[in-house]
T-cell receptor, first 113, second 115 residues
Framework: QKEVEQDPGPLSVPEGAIVSLNCTYS??????FMWYRQYSRKGPELLMY????GNKEDGRFTAQVDKSSKYISLFIRDSQPSDSATYLC?????????????FGRGTSLIVHP | ETGVTQTPRHLVMGMTNKKSLKCEQH?????MYWYKQSAKKPLELMFV???????ENNSVPSRFSPECPNSSHLFLHLHTLQPEDSALYLC??????????????FGPGTRLLVL
């Protein structure tokens, strides 16, 4: 079983839709959860950063962590064509002093006008 | 711009060539990383440098050789690569010391094609 599972998609939605992107994980030691957005021909850029369980909102983006289910989500409200990108989840723990994140494969999102 | 630059952006090389990838960060960070990104696969961590010292080598073949002369610069020296090494090579940096500071900032990557 991979440490972090993420459906690669592609996920295609119409403009204005609410998008839900998800990852599951197996390592219960993960405490830090991140979402990165990667446009074509660019490096990943940090979108959201969450510690432990709960929700975090930033504009149209909401990150949700459910540690009991080992499940994290990223919601995008009022999706725009400019949101079309690959979204990577990443997570890390403090065990052994190493915070180096483990990444999912990324989900390709297409928002069509 | 994330404050992490990489050159070249694209590289085509033969299996007998020697080339180097360069990464520079302008964020005052103390940790730098090399990742390999292949299609439909998770980011693969290759090397980690913390305060110029290599702290991780993730079983990377010796045809990849990293160099970190200072906290702002990171190189990846390539020699006798194989076609399966074709990928996007990403450099990242993070500020060491605090949990939140471990967030990584990525460069745009070097798209490498080995013929």
């Amino acid at each position: 079983q991979k440490e972090v599972e993420q459906d690669p998609g592609p996920l295609s939605v119409p403009e204005g839709a609410i998008v839900s992107l998800n990852c599951t994980y197996s390592n219960s030691a993960f405490q830090y959860f991140m979402w990165y957005r990667q446009y074509s021909r660019k490096g990943p850029e940090l979108l959201m950063y969450t510690y432990s369980s709960g929700n975090k909102e930033d504009g149209r983006f909401t990150a949700q962590v459910d540690k009991s289910s080992k499940y994290i989500s990223l919601f995008i409200r009022d999706s725009q064509p400019s949101d079309s990108a690959t979204y990577l989840c990443a997570m890390s723990s403090a065990s052994g002093g190493s915070y180096i994140p483990t990444f999912g494969r990324g989900t390709s999102l297409i928002v069509h006008p | 711009e994330t404050g992490v630059t990489q050159t070249p952006r694209h590289l085509v090389m033969g299996m007998t060539n020697k080339k180097s990838l360069k990464c520079e960060q302008h964020l005052g960070h103390n940790a730098m990383y090399w990742y390999k990104q292949s299609a439909k696969k998770p980011l693969e961590l290759m090397f980690v440098y913390n305060f110029k010292e290599q702290t991780e080598n993730n079983s990377v073949p010796s045809r990849f050789s990293p160099e970190c002369p200072n906290s702002s610069h990171l190189f990846l020296h390539l020699h006798t690569l194989q076609p399966e090494d074709s990928a996007l090579y990403l450099c990242a940096s993070s500020q060491d010391g605090t949990s939140e500071g471990k967030t990584q900032y990525f460069g745009p990557g070097t798209r490498l094609l080995v013929l």
